[in-house]
């Protein structure tokens, strides 16, 4: 049987288990609600059906229901978002939205920067469980002028969990490819004082030769109500040790890998009556050693450490011409490197925004952020965003702003054979102009957005057509335009107050197009994007009490050949215990995101969860 009819009869599978289930469930009511979520697509915090930008947010309910066992893996489901692993759970991924490159995207903890000085690589490197995630916002398109650095394709925020609700969680799983899971999370308010704590511990024997992987994660988060302000603290670490297969050279495939991230952040806000001060402080260290050939680990070995220091202030004051937010930062990035060197940089800025509502149907939300870094002298990088309400349904919004990023240290100094660092790089720049519609009831919502980004001095390692032979150079090498359009539908049948056993239904569809002048360069990494993107999620009820999730992708990548993923979950709850049956790759497709390096075939897990604390 050929893979494509193998494909044929398991969605008809699904069908007839669709249709099944609608009739068996006839007569029953199953309750979803959709809350009114409040989002950081700016520094003043807004409700979802008020915000002016491109911006998805994943729920804790998704996250729990989702196929998946880290935050890379639940990303790759989001419109727009490029995830490029080279293993699986969490291992190493590179993250990029709207066709930008991996350096491309800030990643944020709680609204503090985590990115990663040494490498992009390192970005999703986050010393943080699933089970901690309270909620994910990704911001689509620039947000230099209310971040600053490296918000040149996107933004992503995880929210963590601080332990407001009682919950003592263990969970157990196993599977394919010798994988287990072992994990505790313990969410336990005292007073006025919230504590989560969780530790995890997964392992693998790899899919294939030096794939395999163990996780060690540990997280603690809390909050508390006092006289002088609400203060928030999270605190977490990662060991990954892991088998990197072709990770950065083909020639090698017994290359292996040792990162560890650690991570510390505190938060204060005090609310006065028309006003409102915050500020955090925030820390960061990452160690990564790194062995070309194993069988020779002394032969060819880097080894890395890099610090961010940190430190944010910000008033919030409300008028009679809005809200207004002003404030600044200053942090440091330092590298100590076998390989790069030892060195550091500093950064800081003054941020102004302001959202003022106009006839209460027109939103106005403008800032600037005035940034210095070591790489650049000053300068102002705005943005302005305008929302229109058209109806109680139909939302308008618009925006455009400029963005920047900094070169990595690796793109800076790092030395070999085969690549060649610059320390005369200049910083990233664009500007990017968005339009987009949402339409919404209480059943079902949609949203359809075109933007076009115009890039300059875009950072790649290159070389000269005419010398192929040549080492890869790192330099300012091209502009790059990219020009898109996103479109996504969700609907929740059973709000209607129909018998059905479908709770979601959503679809997305991303078609990106760049266009880029190299001068007469090869390109390394430029164009590593993808041009089509389908990307479906299903939830629906099954007889005997069972709940099952699909997740379907498809992709056309620019470079390497179509994919087309599919993932499906199969819970059964009971009071405080779930039991659950999983399978990500059901078609066992072969296909590659980086390089040469497989990604795993079909895996199957099965686990279970049990909340120890949760209601009878």
Not at 73 to 80: A, K, S, V
Not at 90 to 118: C, Y
Not at 284 to 299: A, C, M, S, V
Not at 543 to 568: A, H, M
Request: with cysteine; glycine share 10%.
């Amino acid at each position: 049987m050929s893979k494509q009819q193998s494909r044929g009869i398991v969605l008809s599978i699904i069908l007839i288990t669709t249709l099944i289930s609608t009739f068996a469930y006839a007569g029953q009511e199953i309750v979803h609600g959709v809350d009114d979520v409040i989002v950081t697509a700016g520094r003043i915090p807004m409700s979802f059906s008020e915000i002016t930008r491109s911006v998805t947010v994943i729920s804790s309910e998704e996250i729990v229901n989702a196929p998946v066992h880290s935050i890379q893996d639940l990303l790759e489901y989001i419109p727009g978002v490029d995830i490029n692993k080279r293993g699986a759970h969490g291992v190493q991924a590179d993250i990029s939205i709207r066709g930008g490159t991996f350096e491309q995207t800030l990643v944020l903890v709680d609204g503090v920067k985590v990115s990663d000085p040494q490498t992009g690589h390192h970005n999703l490197n986050l010393p943080i469980t699933l089970d901690d995630v309270k909620r994910i916002e990704v911001l689509r398109g620039q947000g230099s002028g209310l971040y600053g650095p490296n918000a040149f394709g996107g933004v992503v925020n995880i929210i963590t969990r601080k332990g407001a609700e009682k919950q003592l969680i263990v969970k157990a799983i196993a599977g394919d490819f010798e994988f287990s899971e072992t994990a505790a999370s313990l969410s336990h308010p005292i007073g006025d004082l919230g504590n989560h704590l969780s530790i995890s511990r997964k392992k693998s024997g790899g899919y294939t030769e030096a794939t395999d992987f163990e996780i060690m994660t540990a997280h603690y988060g809390s909050s508390i109500h006092t006289y002088a302000g609400d203060i928030n603290l999270s605190l977490g670490y990662i060991d990954k040790k892991f088998g990197a297969n072709r990770f950065y050279s083909d020639a090698f495939p017994n290359e292996r890998e040792h990162t560890e991230t650690m991570m510390l952040n505190i938060g204060m806000r005090k609310e006065f009556d028309s006003m409102a001060l915050s500020s955090k402080v925030y820390s960061r260290r990452h160690k990564d050693d790194f062995i070309l050939d194993n069988d020779r680990p002394d032969w060819y070995r880097n080894k890395h450490t890099t610090d961010i220091y940190g430190s944010e202030i910000q008033a919030d004051f409300e008028s009679r011409l809005g809200k207004t937010a002003l404030g600044g930062e200053a942090g440091q990035e330092k590298i100590e490197s076998s390989s790069l060197g030892n060195h550091s940089r500093n950064r800081g800025g003054i941020f102004l925004e302001h959202q003022a509502t106009m006839a209460n149907r027109i939103t106005l939300h403008t800032g600037a952020f005035a940034y210095y870094h070591s790489d650049q002298d000053w300068q102002v990088w705005p943005s302005l965003n305008i929302g229109c309400q058209l109806s109680d349904d139909w939302r308008a919004y618009g925006s455009v702003g400029r963005s920047f990023r900094v070169p990595t240290y690796t793109e800076l100094y790092y030395i070999s054979e085969a690549n060649m660092g610059n320390p005369d790089l200049r910083p990233e720049k664009a500007i990017t102009f968005e339009t987009g519609i949402n339409w919404g009831q209480q059943f079902i919502n949609g949203n359809l957005t075109a933007f076009r980004r115009e890039g300059k001095d875009i950072i790649d390692w290159a070389r000269s057509i005419d010398s192929p032979g040549d080492p890869w150079q790192v330099d300012n090498v091209s502009t790059v335009n990219t020009m898109g359009l996103e479109f996504s539908l969700g609907a929740y049948p059973d709000q209607l107050g129909l018998a059905v056993p479908i709770t979601r239904l959503q679809g997305s569809y991303v078609f990106l197009d760049s266009d880029k002048k190299t001068e007469g360069y090869e390109s390394k990494y430029l164009l590593r994007q993808i041009d089509h993107q389908f990307l479906i999620d299903i939830e629906h009820a099954l007889p005997f009490n069972l709940i099952q999730g699909w997740k379907f992708r498809y992709e056309v990548p620019t470079e390497t050949d179509s994919r087309f993923i599919v993932d499906t979950r199969v819970s059964w709850r009971h009071s405080q215990l779930e039991w659950f049956i999983e399978a990500t790759n059901l078609f066992d497709e072969s296909y590659f995101e980086i390089g040469t390096i497989p990604m795993p075939g079909r895996q199957v897990l099965a686990g279970v969860k049990w909340d120890l604390l949760g209601d009878k």
